[in-house]
């Protein structure tokens, strides 16, 4: 129904504060072969004619703000100009959902599964975890429609406080919820671990839903747990978390909080970015210091991602992208997924929608259209910006790219296209016809921990020398606070 449909004439009169009419007494008295000194307009909500359309008569109107020739209005400002803004943000936002109902959003990163395993100890059959009336939380099922989100990487992290403890088990818990969110809902969401399975969901309407593990401390040092995780489905490997590997250093080194132990990557971590790339695991590097940026970036054989990381230059916070690292992003092909956090949007404690389209604008200015995505970091942060603030909300972020002129096709690529030209290339590269790698990281690089050492003895576990055994009990008793 139309909001409003009249005749606005040349004068409007003032009656009092509580009302203000317009003069209809004059419209039966103006000849009609007279030139016309008004117009009919029509505004309806959430959509705006176009020019030279009009919806009940099909008669002309001008564009929109300027009048058919031959009509003579007194606009007056006051309302005419916010109804413009009004209607032209209808506009971008009508074309931002029709884009979205061919290219649905992918992002790069949703803690929901956190949340899940916080609230309800990853127990989905409690009525209260029911994701299509989850509340209290930036994600469920409502949301994701509303949102258009047609692929997920849903994160499996386990805090860094598991680490040389609980980290494995922990992760495979995680990955599990995961798995049973596509089991418990299969209407809404696929499982998928390839490029094919994404475009396969959209086709059917469906959420894809992939597996990416935020922290390198949960293979445990390993590249057998890096291959075991894979064949679970793990298609991303965030390289830290906040806090160093063995192998990788994390951003907390480039503010001095934590100490450099790898320089980047050591030896082992040169080996973990290979048998990624041998399995067709993507490598995600939000989390990790400049210099294990870079030195994954010249290192990996594929594009890498930053699955939820923001522009340095806009928000000079350690765990956003500096512009010289954004310069290799383009060079290789690859992908920063802007992140939604306010204190790495605005690096205070309020943002908003228009700051992070900064982020995005900078990062295709800097790193090419090609290296734009989204990585919202939705339930897994407390602070998100006023018009972002839950995942129903990407539309209005894709409309207000809109109004900054981005192409249709750079919208489609920050949407999904660019993540799903990595990822196929990332496929392209893996090659599973080859040995996988052996590495092992010397037992002096792993901290203390309750881990037991086979492998590691010169002697058979069976058979050790009385030493030997009293050597390898100490870290058990430590663990159990015995010595």
């Not at 409003?4 to 009092?16: A, I, N, R």
């Not at 007494?25 to 007279?34: D, G, H, L, V």
């Not at 590249?223 to 192998?247: D, E, F, I, K």
Request: proline fraction near 5%; aromatic fraction near 8%; charge should be negative.
């Amino acid at each position: 129904m139309p909001l409003f449909l009249g005749k606005w004439p040349k004068t409007v009169l003032q009656t009092s504060d509580k009302e203000s009419r317009t003069d209809t007494s004059r419209e039966e008295k103006t000849a009609p072969e007279k030139q016309g000194a008004w117009t009919e307009v029509t505004w309806t909500k959430g959509l705006c004619l176009s020019p030279g359309q009009d919806s009940q008569s099909g008669g002309h109107i001008g564009p929109v703000g300027k009048p058919a020739p031959g009509d003579q209005i007194m606009w007056a400002s006051w309302w005419f100009w916010p109804l413009v803004a009004i209607c032209t943000a209808d506009q971008f936002r009508d074309q931002a959902v029709q884009i979205m109902q061919d290219t649905p959003a992918i992002d790069g990163h949703n803690d929901l599964p956190w949340q899940l395993l916080k609230s309800f100890n990853n127990q989905l059959l409690d009525t209260r975890a029911n994701l299509s009336s989850l509340a209290h939380t930036h994600t469920n099922i409502p949301k994701l429609k509303a949102g258009f989100v047609g692929g997920q990487f849903w994160s499996a992290y386990t805090p860094c406080d598991t680490q040389n403890k609980d980290a494995v088990k922990r992760t495979l818990e995680q990955i599990d919820v995961i798995h049973r969110m596509c089991q418990l809902y299969p209407e809404t969401f696929v499982c998928v671990t390839n490029s094919t399975g994404i475009r396969q969901a959209f086709q059917e309407g469906k959420v894809a839903s992939l597996v990416g593990v935020e922290g390198g401390h949960s293979i445990d040092s390993s590249l057998a747990v890096l291959r075991a995780l894979y064949q679970l489905g793990m298609r991303y490997l965030t390289l830290t978390h906040s806090c160093n590997t063995p192998w990788a250093d994390n951003w907390l080194v480039d503010t001095g909080t934590d100490t450099a132990q790898s320089q980047g990557l050591s030896s082992f971590g040169q080996s973990v970015i290979k048998e990624m790339n041998r399995l067709g695991v993507l490598i995600d590097l939000a989390h990790v210091s400049v210099a294990t940026m870079k030195a994954a970036l010249q290192l990996s054989k594929a594009p890498v991602i930053f699955s939820h990381s923001s522009a340095y230059q806009l928000c000079q916070h350690r765990r956003n992208v500096p512009d010289d690292v954004l310069q290799l992003v383009k060079q290789t092909g690859s992908l920063v997924m802007v992140n939604f956090y306010n204190d790495y949007v605005s690096c205070k404690a309020e943002a908003n929608l228009s700051q992070v389209a900064d982020h995005l604008d900078h990062i295709k200015a800097v790193a090419g259209a090609g290296a734009v995505g989204f990585g919202g970091d939705f339930d897994g942060v407390s602070r998100l910006p006023s018009g972002l603030e839950d995942v129903s909300k990407y539309p209005d972020l894709v409309a207000e790219l809109l109004r900054r002129k981005w192409t249709e096709a750079e919208v489609r690529g920050a949407l999904a296209d660019n993540l799903l030209r990595v990822f196929e290339e990332v496929e392209q590269v893996s090659n599973h016809t080859q040995a996988p790698g052996e590495e092992v990281i010397p037992l002096t690089q792993l901290e203390p921990s309750c881990r037991t050492q086979y492998g590691y003895s010169k002697s058979s576990g069976k058979h050790l020398q009385p030493g030997a055994l009293l050597a390898s009990l100490v870290p058990l008793l430590l663990c159990q606070g015995l010595l």
